[in-house]
């Protein structure tokens, strides 16, 4: 059974910082593409950064230089390193697995909300 575990969302001030980790089990992590998704109310669900099985990583144009993504392969968890925070980035952020196009599982996702 695969499961992806989303933890470290929360509220903070703009400006702010939250490290986001997706603990994931029943696959074999090494060989996966992960990434995180965000989802604001009333919008759909977008790509902010993802990271292959070689390391390779890309970034949301909005969120580059303020994100960073890594994986622990050690660890079968992907983190997302959120700093500045602004208020537009408040929405529920989803872990993803991916191989391929049909082999894809989520998390259930983590609230994040950027507010004073």
């Known amino acids: 059974q695969v499961q992806l575990v989303e933890s470290g969302g929360g509220s903070v001030q703009p400006g702010g910082s939250l490290r986001l980790s997706c603990a994931a089990s029943?696959?074999?992590?090494?060989?996966?593409?992960m990434a995180w998704y965000h989802q604001a109310p009333g919008k759909q669900r977008e790509l902010v950064a993802s990271?292959?099985?070689?390391?390779?990583?890309n970034y949301e144009d909005s969120v580059k230089g303020r994100f960073t993504i890594s994986r622990d392969n050690a660890k079968n968890t992907v983190y997302l390193q959120m700093n500045s925070l602004k208020p537009e980035d408040t929405a529920v952020y989803y872990c993803?697995?991916?191989?391929?196009?049909?082999?894809?599982?989520w998390g259930q996702g983590t609230q994040v909300t950027v507010s004073s």
């Open positions: 990271i292959t099985s070689g390391g390779g990583t």
């Open positions: 993803k697995a991916a191989i391929g196009v049909t082999n894809n599982y």
């Open positions: 029943g696959i074999i992590f090494r060989l996966y593409t």
